[in-house]
């Protein structure tokens, strides 16, 4: 079967590594054959990683934008859309609710006897706005934070040490953690016609990763307003509930995405093409790509 990987990031998401040219080259070495550049509220490398394209290799648009709907924050996958100011009006918007969270997320990390420093911590940001994953990193190199009985977890050999950074991430900045930041980003409903406008196909992503329960309630909701999919096939995804949203997703109609999710370091246990489907279940990705280029 040829490979497919829907959801991978480059260095235009804050909290990824590899230029679209290196992770081109790794998933051409990974055989695989139709792709997607899906960073965080930016489209930038649309354009670029199309120009990649070939008779082996399928490109198409992307983009995964955070959003909010019925309460919850939502990732929202965009693809086969023309870049346009909409989507560097989407970036903006977000990286100036970010930029107001930074502050708020540090002092939370110092509340718990952390120390970080903030030199650092623009160090491994490289200049970009600074990510979780990154106070992460930064706390756990501070040898004045060697012994922090709140950080033995993430240390080699730890529970929590498979993947440090992204699970620091989880444990203390997701829904209900200590760290956690209220926040609202722009409601589903807004990304869904800055998607669509502009020619692209929506898709929920990893909906395993946000919420635990009533997945097909949520997302008949979803469908209700224009959203056309679900990433039924994702590294976050146990084949159980992968095989559930397909079935669902097909009882409806709805179009079918798979995806890794790569971002390099800050997830090191990902890789490009991480998706496991069956042949049948190819197919049905296959009709939302077809759909996808036009």
């Known amino acids: 079967m040829s490979k497919i990987d829907l959801h991978m990031h480059s260095n235009y998401s804050d909290d990824a590594d590899l230029p679209v040219s290196e992770l081109i080259a ?39 934008i955070d959003c909010t709907f019925e309460g919850r924050n939502f990732h929202l996958l965009g693809y086969g859309f023309t870049p346009s100011d909409d989507f560097d009006l989407i970036h903006r918007n977000f990286s100036a609710v970010q ?11 110092r509340k718990l006897g952390f120390y970080l420093d903030e030199d650092v911590l623009q160090k491994l940001s490289g200049g970009r706005m600074p990510q979780e994953e990154q106070m992460g990193e930064a706390i756990l190199d501070d040898e004045r934070n060697d012994g922090h009985p709140l950080l033995l977890p993430y240390r080699e050999g ?8 992204i699970n620091f991430y989880w444990d203390f900045f997701g829904p209900g953690k200590v760290c956690y ?7 589903m409903t807004e990304m869904v016609e800055a998607i669509t406008s502009n020619g692209g196909i929506p898709v929920v992503a990893h909906l395993g990763a946000n919420i635990k329960e009533s997945y097909e ?34 009882s409806k109609n709805a179009f079918v995405t798979c995806g890794s999710d790569f971002h390099g370091r800050n997830k090191p246990k990902i890789e490009v093409g991480q998706c496991d489907y069956t042949p049948l279940q190819q197919a049905t990705i296959e009709r939302f790509l077809r759909a996808a280029q036009g």
């Open 181 to 187: 930041v209220p926040v609202s980003f722009a409601p």
């Open 158 to 165: 730890g529970a929590r040490g498979d993947m440090p950074l």
């Open 217 to 250: 309630e949520v997302l008949t909701a979803m469908f209700a307003i224009g959203v056309k999919g679900v990433e039924a096939f994702s590294s976050y995804h146990s084949p159980e509930l992968a095989n559930r949203l397909y079935d669902f997703a097909v």
């Open 99 to 109: 930029s107001a969270l930074v502050p708020q997320k540090i002092e939370s990390l």
């Open 26 to 64: 790794r998933c051409i070495e990974n055989g695989i054959t139709t792709l997607a550049v899906t960073d965080h509220n930016s489209a930038t490398s649309a354009l670029e990683s199309v120009t990649y394209r070939s008779n082996s290799l399928n490109v198409l648009t992307g983009i995964e």
